[in-house]
């Protein structure tokens, strides 16, 4: 076999077997396929796509690269959700705490923050000593007692993808929904769970930018998980403006705290709730939204779901008495307010533009080398559907270094489009695939 025919093959869309991916993909983990044929195939991939059983086998070969984390200890439903990354998305924060309430756990792999996404980790590692399970065994210990198990990734899971997409970024095939399928799958079946949810988001501060490359994404990776037998359901949800109110790092742990404690945004709570719904329809406790919605608002109201969150940063090595005390968390020093330039109706608010002007204070990455300010961040005080005259606050600046301010608040400004179109805020459900 020779990677030279592989390629050719692809070109003349014909379909790989098994064999020939495997053939590949070894050869290129072990450094004996070069750069420039994997290129080469990765641009024939980026052109002619992948049938669903090429898209598989190519999975399961980059799932197999690295350490496949599995439970036999662990005596939960598991629920893995992902998000495909968005602005002030702090889902996972309150969602974990929710569904551990309700009897199930989390165990999944999270991540760090990048360009105008945030990550996870960073939002946890706002409290002080807080460190993410780095093992399996810690994982079991802390999902085992609080039902919510979160691991950072290490270079032992899926190393292939590691480093094809290191290769994809610099030959412009980031972009290629089989590959990205594929990549956020074979993370996802390196870790063992009952159900996938993944929240693709769509919009303006998302990776998928229309609906349709959202629901192209969502069918490969719901054939993916379904074609190896993990039942896989991906929620379309709206990344036309920011979620929640805070986008940051503490600022975000707050919000999902209050939200614990009954205090929701409306947006917020809307992709929570039916997060939830999807996972206790599947594990067979509830038949309706309604059902389900019933249970989650009793686990916020007797405090069982934030008694969780405060079980879980204790385990983690942080304080949970933070859930009672935001001075435990850390503080910007100083605050500019941001005012509308127009009157009219907030029609969207642009979250790439929120997620850069965050970035920019020292509220994300520009580079994975960057050093996070888990202080500072921004606060809107108008969502989408808002009426704003001239001079109101839309919004704040929270802020140690004044370096960007005025770059970050240009931004601001520019991410509010206000207009003269009436609306009632966001549909943030915006489709279900499974
Ligand atoms: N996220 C991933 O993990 N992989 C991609 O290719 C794109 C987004």
Redesign the pocket.
């Known amino acids: 076999m020779r990677a030279v025919d592989i390629i050719d093959k692809k070109k003349k869309r014909q379909e790989l077997t098994k064999e020939e991916i495997d053939f590949l993909l070894e050869g290129y983990l072990a450094g004996i396929i070069p750069d420039y044929q994997m290129s080469a195939f990765l641009m024939a991939v980026y052109f002619n796509n992948m049938t669903k059983e090429e898209l598989t086998y190519f999975t399961l070969k980059m799932r197999n690269s690295g350490d496949i984390i599995t439970f036999d200890k662990l005596d939960y439903y598991l629920v893995d959700k992902h998000s ?2 968005g602005v002030g998305d702090k889902v996972t924060v309150v969602l974990g705490p929710i569904l551990a309430a309700l009897g199930m756990a989390t165990a999944k792999l999270s991540g760090k923050g990048l360009g105008h996404t945030g990550g996870t980790i960073d939002k946890f590692e706002s409290i002080e000593n807080f460190k993410f399970s780095l093992a399996k065994e810690e994982l079991v210990e802390v999902a085992g007692k609080t039902g919510v198990g979160l691991m950072g990734y290490s270079d032992n899971i899926v190393p292939l993808d590691k480093k094809i ?1 290191a290769l ?1 970024d610099v030959t412009a095939t ?1 972009d290629s929904i089989p ?2 399928a594929s ?2 799958m074979s ?1 996802k079946l390196a870790i063992q769970s009952d159900l996938i949810i993944l929240d693709v988001k769509v919009g303006d501060g998302a ?1 998928m930018k229309t609906i349709e490359d959202a629901r192209e994404l969502s069918r490969r990776m719901v054939e993916i998980g379904n074609s190896v037998g993990r039942k896989t359901i991906a929620v379309l949800t709206n990344m036309d403006e920011p979620l929640g109110y805070n986008i940051g790092n503490a600022n975000e742990i707050i919000e999902g705290i209050e939200a614990l404690k009954g205090h929701w945004s409306a947006d917020l709570k809307e992709v929570v709730y039916e997060i939830v719904y999807i996972a206790l329809k599947h594990k067979g406790e509830v038949e309706t939204f309604e059902e389900a919605s019933e249970k989650i608002d009793e686990v916020i109201k007797n405090g069982k779901a934030l008694e969780i969150l405060k079980d879980f940063i204790d385990l983690s090595g942080g304080d949970g008495q933070v859930v009672n005390n935001y001075k435990l968390l850390p503080e910007p020093k100083s605050i500019i307010e941001v005012y509308s330039t127009k009157d009219g109706f907030v029609e969207k608010i642009k979250a790439e533009e929120i997620g850069k002007a965050a970035m920019v204070i020292g509220a994300g990455r520009a580079t994975k080398e960057d050093e996070i300010d888990h202080a500072v961040g921004i606060l809107l005080k108008k969502k989408v559907g808002d009426l704003v005259k001239k001079g109101d606050l839309i919004a704040e600046i929270h802020y140690n270094d004044d370096k960007n301010i005025e770059q970050s608040r240009a931004m601001i400004i520019d991410a509010y489009v206000v207009g003269s179109k009436e609306q009632k805020g966001i549909k943030n459900i915006l489709e279900i695939i499974e």
Request: net charge positive.
């Open positions: 495909t990354g997409y994809r980031v590959l990205i990549s956020i993370k990776f």
